[in-house]
C-alpha cells in the first residue's frame, strides 16, 4: 500500500510537500482552518484533531506542514517527530525543511537521508537531500538521484529523474552537465522552469538551434512566457536571423506577460536591430540602456562598443570614434585587439574625408598602430603591417617612401622564419611587391628590387611583375 501511495505522489509533477489522500485531507484542512483562525481555542481543538489520527503518521506530518507553511517551526517540529516515532518517512521532510530553513544544510541532508531510510519510493525524499547537499559534494547529491533510479525505474524511463539532475546542475551553475542532462529528456515530460533551464544552458554552450528547439516547444503551450520570447531574441541574434530576431523581440516586448527589461536584454535587442541594418534605431536603444544600472563596468563598456558600431554602420565616424574612445578608458582591461579595432575605424573614417581632414585621421592610426607594438612586442608584425598600409594611404604615389620603411622590416621579419604560415607569406607577398616596385621606379636601384622580387618569386613562383624586374 505504502509503494502505491508514493508512486501517486511522484506522479503529481514531484509536488513534494503534498501530504494527505482524499480521505484524509478533512482533519489537515480543519488544522489549517485553525492555525489561521483567532479562536482561542484553536490549540486545544488541533489537539483533539491529533489524537483522533494519533497513529496515522501522514495526518500528523500534515498538522506539522501546516504549522511550517505558517513559520510556526516549534509546532513544525513537535509535530513531525510525533510522526517520526510511527516511521513515517514524510515527516522526517518536514525536519529537514525546518533545518533548511535554519541555514542546518548538514541537519537538513541528515533528516532527509532519514526520510529516504523510510520512503524509499518517494523522490521528494532524494531531490531535497541532492538541494542542500550539492553546495557540499555535488556528485554525491547526483549519487543520490541515482539510488531514486534504482528504487523507481519509472522516473527514470520517463525522464523525471533526469530532469532533477538537471535543476541540480543547472543550481550549482555546472551548464555543460545541465544542458547534456536536460537534452536527454522528451521535451513533453518538461515543466517550464525545466523548459527555461534546458534553453538557457544550450544557449550559453553556444548550442543555439538546440535552444531555439527547445523555446519554440516552450511557447506553444506559453506564447506569452516573457523568458521564452526573449531567449528566441538571444538565439537568433547570435544565429544572425536578426529579422527572425526582431519578431521575437516585439513578442518580447509587445505581446509578454511580465515584461522584465534589464541592460542585457536591451544589448541583445540593440544588436539585433543593428544587425538588421536599423542603426538608428539600435542607437536609440543603447542609449536607453546606458541609463540603466549595469551590475560590472564592463558590461557597460561593451554596451558603449556596440554604440560605437551603430554609429558606424550610419558612417558617423565621428560619433564611432568618440564613443569607441568612450569604450577604452571605460573597459576594466583593454585588449590588443580593441586598440587594432581603433585603428582600423580611423583609417575607415580617413576614407570618407578628404586633404588635411584625411591626413589627420590617418597620423591617429598610425599612432594607435605604433603604440600597440610597444604594449606589446608580440604585435610588432601587425603594427608594422597596419603601419605600412597606413603610410600607403598617405603617401598614394610613394613619392615620400612612408610605407617603405615598415614594409622592408616587415619582410625582413618573416623571410626569416623557417617555417611561414598563411598570413606570413600574405604579409610578405604584399610587402614584397611594394617594395620592388618602389626600389626600382621611385629610387632606381635595380639590385635591391632583385633582391624583393626574388623573395616574392619564392612564395609566389607565377608573379608577373617579380619575372620582369628578375628579368632586366
Do not use: C
Not at 505522489?9 to 484524509?24: N, P, V, Y
Not at 564592463?298 to 565621428?318: P, R
Not at 575605424?345 to 603604440?371: P, S
Not at 618569386?457 to 608573379?463: F, G, L, Q, V, Y
Amino acid at each position: 500500500m505504502k509503494t502505491i501511495k508514493y508512486l501517486m505522489i511522484g506522479a503529481l509533477t514531484f509536488g513534494f510537500s503534498a501530504i494527505g489522500m482524499a480521505q484524509e485531507e478533512s482533519p489537515v484542512e480543519a488544522v489549517k482552518a485553525l492555525v489561521k483562525s483567532n479562536d482561542p481555542d484553536a490549540e486545544k481543538q488541533i489537539k483533539s484533531i491529533y489524537k483522533k489520527n494519533k497513529k496515522n503518521g501522514e495526518v500528523i506530518t500534515g498538522i506539522a506542514r501546516v504549522y511550517y507553511e505558517e513559520k510556526d517551526t516549534a509546532n513544525a517540529r513537535y509535530y513531525a517527530e510525533l510522526a517520526t516515532k510511527l516511521n513515517y518517512g514524510p515527516a522526517y521532510i518536514v525536519l529537514g525543511d525546518i533545518a533548511a530553513l535554519a541555514d542546518d544544510g548538514g541537519g537538513a541532508a541528515r533528516m532527509y537521508d532519514q526520510a529516504v531510510y523510510f520512503a524509499p519510493k518517494d523522490p521528494s525524499a532524494y531531490y531535497k537531500y541532492a538541494m542542500v547537499y550539492r553546495k557540499v559534494h555535488l556528485d554525491a547529491a547526483i549519487g543520490k538521484l541515482d539510488d531514486l533510479g534504482v528504487q523507481r525505474p519509472d522516473l527514470v524511463e520517463n525522464g523525471q529523474v533526469n530532469i532533477l539532475k538537471g535543476r541540480i546542475y543547472d543550481l550549482a551553475n555546472k551548464v555543460e552537465q545541465a544542458a547534456e542532462t536536460y537534452n536527454k529528456v522528451p521535451l513533453s515530460q518538461m515543466e517550464d522552469r525545466d523548459v527555461v533551464s534546458a534553453a538557457r544552458a544550450n544557449y550559453l554552450l553556444g548550442n543555439y538551434e538546440k535552444s531555439q528547439e527547445i523555446i519554440d516547444h516552450g511557447l506553444k503551450g506559453s506564447p506569452r512566457k516573457f523568458t521564452y520570447n526573449q531567449l528566441g531574441m538571444f538565439n537568433h541574434t547570435q544565429l544572425k536571423n536578426y529579422d527572425k530576431a526582431l519578431e521575437y523581440a516585439d513578442r518580447m516586448i509587445n505581446h509578454s506577460d511580465s515584461v522584465k527589461m534589464n541592460p542585457e536584454i536591451y544589448g541583445v535587442y540593440a544588436k539585433a536591430l543593428n544587425g538588421a541594418k536599423k542603426h538608428q534605431e539600435a542607437i536609440d536603444v543603447y542609449k536607453k540602456t546606458l541609463e540603466l544600472e549595469f551590475d560590472s563596468q564592463d558590461k557597460k563598456a561593451g554596451v558603449i562598443k556596440d554604440l560605437a558600431d551603430a554609429y558606424k554602420g550610419l558612417d558617423d565616424y565621428e560619433n564611432a570614434v568618440t564613443y569607441y574612445d568612450l569604450f577604452l578608458k571605460t573597459v576594466s582591461r583593454a585588449t590588443l585587439t580593441d586598440y587594432a579595432d581603433l585603428g582600423r575605424l580611423y583609417v575607415q573614417y580617413a576614407n570618407t574625408l578628404e586633404g588635411d581632414a584625411k591626413m589627420e585621421k590617418l597620423q591617429k592610426a598610425d599612432q594607435i598602430y605604433a603604440d600597440l607594438a610597444e604594449k606589446n612586442a608580440d604585435a610588432k608584425e601587425y603594427s608594422l603591417f597596419w603601419r605600412a598600409r597606413v603610410g600607403t594611404m598617405m603617401d598614394p604615389d610613394a613619392s615620400q617612401g612612408k610605407a617603405q620603411p615598415f614594409y622592408e622590416e616587415l619582410v625582413n621579419i618573416i623571410s626569416e622564419k623557417a617555417e611561414k604560415d598563411n598570413a606570413d607569406k600574405a604579409r610578405l607577398k604584399e610587402g614584397g611587391n611594394f617594395l620592388m616596385v618602389y626600389y626600382l621606379k621611385i629610387k632606381d636601384d635595380v639590385p635591391t628590387s632583385k633582391q624583393f622580387a626574388e623573395k616574392v618569386i619564392a612564395i609566389d613562383p607565377e608573379n608577373e611583375t617579380a619575372k620582369q624586374i628578375l628579368a632586366l
